[in-house]
C-alpha cells in the first residue's frame, strides 16, 4: 500500500495536468469544480490519469456518479431526494463525509463534494481493495 | 394573384424551394423507404459486425450492412475510388438529382453549387499504422525515426487525401459538371442543416439558382467508436432496438449511424419554370454559438434558444405556426434536457401542444449527416400530413415532458414544421421548413 | 452581370476589416511576419520540431518558439487543442486584441466566428502505445484492441482534433454568440471562410465576424502523405530557395504551418466606435473544377470564374485591379492552371502588379487563403507589395505580369486574393483600400 503522501504526490501531479492548475492550489480541501475549475469533460481526464498513474480500473460512474445524480428517482427539479442523498452517501462510503442532506440542488452539492482529499481516500480504498502496489 | 406565388419575399430575397430527396441510411436507402420504416417505428440499429466488435465498449450501431456502391460509377480499381462515406453521398445525389427532374446539362454550371457537411472519412488507417508499429519494433524501438522510415513505405497517401472531409464535394461537382461555389462545413454534429442553411442563403441572394445540399458521414470504426465512447457520449447498454431512447428517462448515451441525406434547393421561380416537383419551402434557418463549454450544454440552452429564434424570424414565422419539430434528440441525458428547456423557452404554453420526435431514436445519431437525413424526414412529414414516432420511450423523464409523439406514429395538419442539430463545441443550428402553397381552407 | 447575379443587397452594408492576427514561420506577430515578408526573407528552413532524418524533404515553413500558454487564460484548454487549434487561438486573441474590441461595445449575439481548418490530423503518438499493445503476430488484433484502448488512449483525444474546435474555443474565448461555421475544403478553406464572414455581415446575420483558417501538417504523417502525393520539392541546397512558384524552376511545394484572422466589421460598426479600418473587404467569388479529383483542369476555369464572381461582387472591373495575390505554390500543374486563367483575366501588357507569398512561407493549405489575404489587408494599410521570391525567371503565361522580388509601393486600388485547392475548387476575395 502506498503512503497517504504517495498518493496525494501522484493525484496532485493528474490535476495539475488535467486541470491546467498550480500544484500549489492541489490541496487536500479544495474542490475540484469549485476551487479548481473542473468542468465534466475533466472529470474523464481526471480517471484516466489516475488509472495510469496507480494501475488501477475505475469504472464509468465509480468514483463520479453522475449517472446516479441524473436519475429522476434521486434528483427532483435539480434537487436531490432523500433516496437519492442516501445511495449517494453510500456511493462514497471510503470516504469519511457529513451525511447529505436531501433537498440541495444537485449540481452545488458536485460543485464542492469532490474535493482532492475525497480523490485521495477513493485511491487508497482502490489500493486496499486490490491489495497491489499501486 | 395571391402572396404566395411571388418568388419573391417581401424583403426582396427569392424563395427556395426543396425539389428533389435522396437518402441512404439504416432505415432505407431511398426517400420512401427510409419514411416507411420510420413511420412503421422500427429500430434500424444493429450489431456491428464490419469489424471484430466484441471486445469493444460499443457493439452496435446504425449502420448499413447492405450498402452498395454501383461499379458504374468509379470502378474498383480506380485510385480515386471513392470512401464510404463519399460513395454514400454520391449515390443520395443521384437519387436528389433524378428525383428533381433535374437536367443539369441544360443548367448554366456556374448557376448551380454544392454544399456538404460532409465528416471525414478514415484518415487515421489503423491496420497501416499498426503495420508501421510492427516494422519498427522489429527493428528495435518505435522511435520517431524508425515510425517516418516505415511509413514512407507504408502509408497511403490517396487513400488519405480522398479521405480529407473536403473532398465528398469535389466528386459531386465532377460527377454533375457544377461550377458554382463548392463548400464543405464540417461543425461537428450541426454541419449537415449547416450546410443546407448555408446553400439556403446562396439562393435567396441571388448567387445560384440550384444547390445540391446536405450532409454525409460514416463513423462505424474501431477509433471512432473509441473516441466517443471515452468521451463517455455513448450508450454502452449494447442492446440494438432499446438502446437509442431519446427523451426517456432511461437514456444514457447516443448511438452511431451512418448514411447521407441530400437535397436538391431551388429558386422557386426557377423551379416552377421547369415544372418541377416541390416538396416543400425552406423558409428559415439560424446558426449560434453557445460560448460557453466544449462539450457541455448551456444549462439555459441559450444558443439552442437563440438558435430556434433566429430560424423562425428568418423564416418570418411566428412560434405559434409551428406544427412539428424533429428534435437534435440524441438520446444523452444533457442534450434532451437542454433541447426541452429550449423548445420550452420558444414556444412557451404552446410547447405541450407541438408534437416533437426525434429520428435518431429510430437510425442513431449519423453525426454530420443527421441534420441533413432529419430535415428529410420533416419534409415527409410535411408532405404526408403525418409524422413518424420517437421510439423506446418508456419512462417520463420530469427533464423531459412534451409530447415526444410516443411509439406510435402520428397523423395531423403539418403544415410548418422546425427541425434542430446542435453539436459538439457548442454550435447550434435550426431550419424551418413550410408547405409549399396553400392547404385548401377547412 | 453585377445586378442580375446579386439583387439581395437590401441593406447595402458595407465591410471593414478592424483586426488582425497571425501566428507564422516569419513571426509570431503582425510586425515581425510584414518585416520577414516585405524584407524578402523566408521561413522555410530545416525541420526543427521533430527528428526527420529517414525523410527525403526535411524543410518546411515551420512556426517556432510557439509557447501556447502564453496566448490563453483557460490553460486547461490546452490539452484538448491539437497545434493548430492552438495557432488559431493565438491568432484569434492576437486579432481580437488588434481591434480594440472591449466588452462593452459589441453585442455577443452579433459576434460570429467563421473558420477554415483542415481534417482530422491526428498523430501516430495518440496511439502508439495502445497499437503497440494491440500486436498480435504482427497484426493489429481487434480484440486486444477494444480492450486496451479504453485504457491506453488519452481518452479526449478527439477533441484534439475535430474541426471545428478552433472556432468553439475562439467563441467561448471571446464571448462569440453569433453564426458559427467551420469550413473544410482543403486549400480553400479560409478564404471560403473570410467570404461566407463577410457575406453574414453584408446580409445583416452578424455585425462582425472573427475569420480565417489554421493548419498545422508539418507533423511526421503529414510530411509522408505530401511526399508520397509526390507533390513536394526535393530539398536543394539552400531551404529558403526551395518554393519557387510561378519559377521556370519550379519542381513541388513545400509544406508550411501557420494561422491568421481578420476581423470583419460593418463599416458603421466600426466608425461609430472609432475602430482602426485597415481596408474594406469587397468582394468574394466561389467556383468548382469538374476536371479529376486531384489535378485541376489545366486551363483553370474554375480560378477565372471565382474571380469574375468576386470582382463583380466588388463592382470593380479589371483594370481596376492594382495588385495580385497569387495561390502559387510551386506545384507546376498548379502553377500553370492558375497562370493560364489570370492570362485570360488579364490579357493586356503590361500586366497587374502580383506576388506569390507561398515563396516565403511555403504552402500553409488550410491556412493560406487566410495569411494571403492577412498580407492583402497589410499591403493596402501600409501602401506596400511584398516581393515574390525565388522567381527568377517566370513560366511563360505571366511574362507579362510584374513581379519583384523586393517589396515596392502599391497603389490606393484594389488587391485581388486567388485560392487554389488541389482539384481545383477556387475561392477569390477581394480587398481595397478604405477610403473615409
Given amino acids: 500500500m502506498p503512503s497517504r503522501q504517495e498518493v496525494f504526490d501522484k493525484v496532485q501531479n493528474c490535476l495539475v495536468q488535467a486541470l491546467g492548475v498550480k500544484p500549489l492550489d492541489v490541496v487536500p480541501e479544495a474542490a475540484l469544480v469549485d476551487d479548481l475549475g473542473a468542468e465534466s469533460i475533466d472529470f474523464v481526464d481526471i480517471i484516466y490519469r489516475l488509472e495510469k498513474s496507480f494501475d488501477i480500473k475505475i469504472p464509468r460512474g465509480e468514483l463520479f456518479p453522475q449517472d446516479l445524480l441524473r436519475n429522476p428517482a434521486y434528483v427532483n427539479a435539480g434537487r436531490l431526494t432523500a433516496v437519492g442523498a442516501e445511495e449517494l452517501g453510500k456511493r462514497l462510503d471510503f470516504t469519511a463525509i457529513t451525511p447529505i442532506e436531501p433537498g440541495q440542488e444537485v449540481e452545488k452539492v458536485l460543485g464542492k463534494l469532490f474535493t482532492v482529499g475525497l480523490i485521495i481516500d477513493f485511491v487508497l480504498s482502490k489500493c486496499s481493495q486490490a491489495a497491489t502496489n499501486c | 394573384m395571391s402572396g404566395f406565388q411571388s418568388t419573391q419575399r417581401i424583403d426582396g430575397r427569392r424563395r427556395v424551394v426543396i425539389t428533389g430527396l435522396g437518402v441512404v441510411s439504416p432505415a432505407g436507402q431511398e426517400a420512401d423507404a427510409f419514411w416507411e420504416t420510420l413511420m412503421r417505428g422500427r429500430s434500424a440499429i444493429r450489431p456491428i459486425t464490419y469489424f471484430p466488435a466484441d471486445t469493444f465498449p460499443v457493439r452496435i450501431a446504425g449502420w448499413i450492412p447492405d450498402f452498395d456502391f454501383p461499379e458504374s460509377i468509379y470502378p474498383l480499381d480506380n485510385r480515386y475510388f471513392p470512401d464510404r462515406r463519399t460513395q454514400m453521398a454520391i449515390v443520395a445525389a443521384d437519387q436528389a438529382v433524378r428525383d428533381a427532374g433535374l437536367d443539369l446539362e441544360s443548367e448554366r454550371p456556374d448557376r448551380v453549387g454544392i454544399y456538404l457537411g460532409s465528416g471525414e472519412g478514415s484518415c487515421i488507417d489503423l491496420e497501416a499504422l499498426t503495420e508501421i508499429v510492427h516494422r519498427s519494433l522489429a527493428d528495435g524501438e518505435l522511435s520517431e525515426t524508425n515510425f517516418l522510415k516505415h511509413s514512407l513505405d507504408i502509408v497511403a497517401a490517396h487513400q488519405a487525401f480522398k479521405s480529407e472531409a473536403g473532398s465528398s464535394t469535389m466528386y459531386l461537382a465532377r460527377r454533375y459538371r457544377t461550377q458554382g461555389p463548392n463548400l464543405n462545413c464540417l461543425t461537428a454534429c450541426a454541419a449537415g442543416s449547416q450546410a443546407i442553411g448555408e446553400a439556403f442563403r446562396r439562393i435567396q441572394h441571388g448567387v445560384t439558382d440550384i444547390m445540391i445540399s446536405g450532409g454525409t458521414h460514416s463513423m462505424i470504426r474501431p477509433l471512432d467508436i473509441i473516441g466517443f465512447s471515452l468521451l463517455t457520449a455513448l450508450s454502452t447498454r449494447n442492446d440494438p432496438e432499446k438502446t437509442s431512447r431519446p427523451f426517456d428517462a432511461g437514456r444514457d448515451g447516443f448511438v452511431l449511424g451512418e448514411g447521407a441525406g441530400i437535397l436538391i434547393l431551388e429558386e422557386l421561380g426557377h423551379a416552377l419554370r421547369r415544372g418541377a416537383p416541390i416538396h416543400a419551402e425552406l423558409l428559415g434557418y439560424g446558426s449560434t454559438a453557445d460560448s460557453y463549454r466544449i462539450t457541455d450544454t448551456h444549462p439555459e440552452a441559450r444558443g439552442a434558444i437563440e438558435a430556434m429564434r433566429l430560424a423562425l424570424q428568418d423564416g418570418n414565422t411566428g412560434p405559434d405556426e409551428i406544427d412539428y419539430v424533429n428534435a437534435h434528440g440524441t438520446s444523452t441525458i444533457e442534450n434532451d434536457a437542454m433541447e426541452t428547456l429550449a423548445i420550452k423557452q420558444v414556444f412557451g404554453n404552446r410547447a405541450h401542444r407541438i408534437p416533437v420526435s426525434s429520428t435518431k431514436s429510430i437510425i442513431g445519431h449519423l453525426i454530420a449527416a443527421a441534420g441533413a437525413v432529419e430535415l428529410i424526414a420533416t419534409v415527409l412529414s410535411i408532405r404526408h400530413n403525418q409524422a413518424h414516432p420517437t421510439i423506446n420511450y418508456e419512462t417520463p423523464d420530469p427533464f423531459c415532458d412534451l409530447d415526444y409523439i410516443p411509439n406510435q406514429a402520428r397523423a395531423f395538419p403539418i403544415d410548418k414544421a422546425q427541425s434542430n442539430s446542435f453539436g459538439f463545441g457548442g454550435q447550434n443550428v435550426s431550419l424551418v421548413v413550410g408547405r409549399y402553397g396553400e392547404r385548401p381552407s377547412a | ?436
Fill in chain 3, 1 to 436: 452581370m453585377t445586378a442580375a447575379n446579386f439583387p439581395f443587397q437590401a441593406q447595402q452594408r458595407r465591410v471593414v476589416v478592424t483586426g488582425l492576427g497571425i501566428i507564422s514561420s516569419l513571426g509570431l506577430t503582425l510586425d515581425e511576419f510584414w518585416q520577414g515578408l516585405t524584407g524578402g526573407q523566408s521561413g522555410v528552413s530545416r525541420l526543427s520540431n521533430f527528428c526527420a532524418d529517414p525523410l527525403p524533404v526535411q524543410i518546411a515553413g515551420e512556426v517556432r518558439n510557439f509557447a501556447p500558454e502564453r496566448f490563453m487564460q483557460n490553460r486547461k484548454s490546452i490539452k484538448i487543442m491539437g497545434r493548430h487549434i492552438q495557432l488559431a487561438v493565438a491568432a484569434a486573441r492576437n486579432a481580437f486584441q488588434h481591434s480594440g474590441l472591449s466588452p462593452e461595445n459589441f453585442q455577443p449575439e452579433k459576434l460570429g466566428v467563421s473558420f477554415g481548418t483542415g481534417t482530422l490530423n491526428a498523430e501516430y503518438q495518440d496511439f502508439k502505445d495502445v497499437l503497440s499493445a494491440s500486436l498480435n503476430q504482427g497484426k493489429l488484433d481487434y480484440h486486444i484492441f477494444g480492450r486496451e484502448s479504453q485504457q491506453q488512449v488519452f481518452p479526449l483525444w478527439l477533441l484534439k482534433y475535430i474541426p471545428n474546435m478552433a472556432a468553439s474555443h475562439v467563441s467561448i474565448m471571446l464571448n462569440a454568440r453569433g453564426p458559427s461555421n467551420t469550413i473544410t475544403t482543403l486549400c480553400t478553406s479560409s478564404a471560403h471562410a473570410i467570404g461566407e464572414g463577410f457575406w453574414m455581415i453584408r446580409n445583416g446575420q452578424a455585425d462582425l465576424m472573427i475569420t480565417g483558417g489554421t493548419d498545422a501538417q508539418v507533423t511526421p504523417l503529414g510530411m509522408v502523405k505530401f511526399y508520397r502525393l509526390g507533390l513536394l520539392a526535393e530539398d536543394g541546397a539552400e531551404p529558403s530557395q526551395a518554393s519557387r512558384p510561378f519559377d521556370q524552376g519550379h519542381r513541388g511545394m513545400v509544406m508550411g504551418e501557420g494561422a491568421a484572422v481578420l476581423v470583419l466589421e460593418e463599416r458603421e460598426h466600426a466608425l461609430r466606435r472609432k475602430a482602426a479600418v485597415y481596408a474594406e473587404i469587397s468582394g468574394y467569388g466561389a467556383a468548382a473544377d469538374t476536371w479529376d479529383p486531384m489535378e485541376p483542369n489545366p486551363d483553370g476555369p474554375s480560378l477565372e470564374i471565382a474571380a469574375r464572381h468576386a470582382l463583380s461582387d466588388a463592382a470593380c472591373r479589371e483594370k481596376e485591379v492594382d495588385s495580385l495575390f497569387l495561390a502559387g505554390n510551386g506545384i507546376p500543374f498548379m502553377d500553370c492552371a492558375e497562370a493560364r486563367a489570370m492570362r485570360r483575366l488579364f490579357p493586356g501588357a503590361p500586366g497587374p502588379r502580383a506576388a506569390a507569398i507561398k515563396s516565403s512561407l511555403g504552402h500553409t493549405h488550410s491556412a493560406s487563403g487566410a495569411l494571403a489575404s492577412l498580407a492583402a489587408v497589410l499591403s493596402l494599410q501600409r501602401r506596400t507589395l511584398p516581393p515574390t521570391i525565388n522567381l527568377q525567371s517566370p513560366i511563360r503565361e505571366l511574362e507579362a505580369f510584374r513581379f519583384s522580388s523586393t517589396a515596392r509601393s502599391l497603389e490606393a486600388g484594389s488587391v485581388l486574393v486567388n485560392n487554389f485547392s488541389f482539384g481545383g475548387n477556387s475561392a477569390c476575395l477581394v480587398f481595397r483600400a478604405h477610403n473615409e
